[in-house]
């Protein structure tokens, strides 16, 4: 069977944002799990129970959208991982996901262009922002980090993490990468473009990095090299799959909503 080859259309990406589900939702913890695969459903029996929620959502998130754009089954949705953990869908290497979650949020990009990274912070206070200044900006921007970013929650810092943790998924390093490589500038909003300063391998690459606008209590971004120029950001229930249109595109507001952008 040969896979058909959906959106979204060329230069755009899409994300995906679904909420943990909470105390009393059980029907969509079960719905989460019936669309993971027998690993990952091993892994979800060994973990601790306050982890065991996000998990689900996250993986069935990442399953449920790539079934979609790939025009699959669920359970037909394979990946190979890189040696660093970066998901590729077996079947439709053109097709680039990306997923990431954080307590109550889990995000998963897709696109048709270049390498897609996405990145989600839950803002929290920090017992050592000055340690994590250290991991998290290069040597030029804490030189130059001005005093109107270090507020009690420390915003301005968790919006340069989620920003360069983007880049370094799409160059497929993700954790293992280094933070202070990457140079960002995205100011004080929440959400719109932000430029690449420089980046590992940046000359050979055109980068379009986005803050998007997922809740207050969050920072998220993403990033795709070569592509990207539009992002659209989309809600899914737990456990649910995206229905495109009978063109594809755009996408079907249920149970789907698109997510109105939020002023930065």
């Not at 230069?11 to 027998?38: D, F, I, M, Q």
């Not at 004080?188 to 430029?195: F, I, L, N, T």
């Not at 997922?214 to 659209?232: L, S, W």
Request: hydrophobic share 40%; with cysteine; charged share 20%.
């Amino acid at each position: 069977m040969t896979a058909a080859r959906l959106g979204p259309p060329a230069g755009e990406v899409h994300v995906w944002a679904v909420r943990e589900p909470g105390p009393g939702s059980e029907k969509a913890l079960w719905r989460c799990l019936e669309l993971l695969s027998p690993d990952e459903l091993r892994r979800w029996r060994h973990m601790v129970p306050s982890q065991r929620a996000l998990y689900a959502s996250a993986h069935a998130a990442l399953r449920a959208v790539t079934a979609a754009y790939a025009d699959l089954m669920t359970s037909q949705v394979t990946f190979s991982v890189g040696k660093l953990g970066k998901p590729y869908v077996c079947g439709d290497p053109g097709l680039r996901v990306s997923l990431a979650h954080t307590e109550g949020m889990s995000l998963v990009a897709v696109s048709r262009d270049g390498p897609t990274g996405v990145d989600v912070e839950r803002i929290r206070p920090l017992r050592d922002p000055a340690g994590l200044r250290r991991q998290v900006l290069s040597d030029i921007e804490a030189e130059h980090w001005p005093a109107d970013r270090e507020g009690p929650l420390n915003s301005g810092l968790f919006t340069h993490w989620a920003c360069k943790e983007a880049v370094l998924k799409a160059l497929g390093s993700g954790l293992a990468g280094d933070l202070t490589a990457v140079r960002v500038s995205p100011g004080a909003r929440r959400s719109g473009p932000v430029r690449v300063q420089s980046a590992p391998g940046s000359a050979t690459r055109v980068w379009n990095l986005h803050l998007i606008d997922v809740g207050p209590e969050f920072r998220a971004a993403v990033a795709v090299a070569g592509g990207g120029d539009v992002v659209r950001v989309l809600a899914l229930d737990p456990g649910e799959r995206p229905e495109p249109s009978s063109s594809h595109t755009p996408w079907s507001s249920s149970p789907t909503k698109e997510i109105p952008p939020c002023s930065g």
